[in-house]
C-alpha cells in the first residue's frame, strides 16, 4: 500500500492509463472516487487544576490508524493548533497499546500531532466526520469545555447530518451542545456513552474535573448507557457514536467506519 493509501497496482493503473483512458471512465474508476474527510480532534491542554494530563494517546492512535486503513483522509485539529501533550500514564507499561506504540514511530503522524491544524480553522463543511479523542485535558475550561470552535465543530456537523463521534472525555465536547433550536441539549433523548462516575473515582480525579461526564450527560436528558468499568462499551444514536474508555476507542472508530460506508 502506498504512502497516500492506495495500492502499488492502483498507481500503476493511474501513472499509466493517462493516454489511454479518457476522463469519464476515469471518473468512475473507483480509485478516483473521493475518499471520506475526517477530523480528529485532540486537547490542547496539558494541566487540570495543577494535575499534569494531555492526550490520552489510545484515544488518538487506534482510530487515526482505522481511518487511514479505511481510506479517509485524516486531519488531526486541536482548539489551540499546534503541538498536543501527552498525558504520560498513556505511554505507560499497560497502557501504550499496540497502535500507540506504532503512531509513537510514525513520523508522518507524529508531525501531524505536533504540528495541529487549529479547529476553528477546520473547514467542516469538506468533513463527512469528526472524532473528539479524551484524556484530562479535555476537562479544562476553554479546551472541550466551554470551546467556540469546539461547540460550532459539533452543532454544526451534527445538524447537518454528518457524524459526530468522541470516546471516553471526549464526550465533554458534547456537553455545551445544542438542538438546531437552540434550547434543547443536543444529546437529550440520545443514547451516549462516556467516562463513568466510578472510573472517574477510579483515578482519583473526581475533585479535578468541572463535573462528573456520567452524571452531566444524565442531567442533560441523554440516555447513558454503560458497561462494566474499563470495558469496551459503545453507543451509537443517529449519527453520534459514543465510546465509554480507552477499551472502546478501536470500537467507536469501526463504527464511524460503518456509518460513512453505509453513506456511501
Given amino acids: ?29 473507483p480509485a478516483f472516487h473521493m ?24 484515544e488518538c492512535a487506534a482510530p487515526y490508524y482505522i481511518f487511514q486503513k479505511a481510506g479517509f483522509n485524516v486531519t488531526i485539529a486541536s482548539p489551540l493548533g499546534g503541538p498536543v501533550p501527552l498525558d504520560a500514564a498513556s505511554l505507560a507499561e499497560g497502557f501504550l497499546t499496540d497502535a500507540a506504540k506504532k503512531f509513537l514511530l510514525d513520523a508522518h503522524a507524529m508531525g501531524a500531532l505536533s504540528h495541529t491544524v487549529k479547529l476553528a480553522d477546520v473547514d467542516m463543511s469538506a468533513n463527512q466526520a469528526v472524532f473528539f479523542c479524551g484524556g484530562h485535558g479535555t476537562c479544562v475550561a476553554g479546551d472541550f469545555v466551554d470551546d467556540p470552535s469546539v461547540k460550532a465543530a459539533v452543532e454544526g456537523m451534527h445538524s447537518s447530518g454528518k457524524v459526530v463521534a468522541a470516546v471516553c472525555h471526549g464526550p465533554m465536547c458534547l456537553t455545551q451542545c445544542m438542538q438546531p433550536d437552540g434550547k434543547t441539549p443536543l444529546v437529550k433523548g440520545l443514547k451516549v456513552a462516556g467516562f463513568t462516575d466510578s472510573e472517574e473515582a477510579a483515578v482519583a480525579l473526581t ?18 448507557e454503560k458497561a462494566d468499568d474499563w470495558n469496551s462499551k459503545v453507543c451509537v444514536d443517529g449519527k453520534l457514536v459514543t465510546g465509554q474508555n480507552p477499551q472502546s476507542s478501536e470500537a467507536c472508530a469501526t463504527a464511524v467506519v460503518g456509518l460513512l460506508a453505509g453513506a456511501a
Fill in 1 to 29: 500500500r502506498s504512502r497516500d493509501g492506495g495500492t502499488a497496482e492502483e498507481s500503476r493503473i493511474i501513472s499509466t492509463s493517462s493516454s489511454t483512458v479518457d476522463s469519464a471512465n476515469l471518473a468512475s474508476t
Fill in 35 to 58: 475518499a471520506p474527510s475526517v477530523t480528529i480532534v485532540c486537547t490542547s491542554a496539558h494541566t487540570l487544576q495543577g494535575h499534569p494530563t494531555g492526550l490520552w494517546l489510545e
Fill in 207 to 224: 475533585g479535578k474535573v468541572p463535573f462528573l461526564l456520567e452524571s452531566k450527560l444524565k442531567e442533560l436528558g441523554a440516555l447513558y
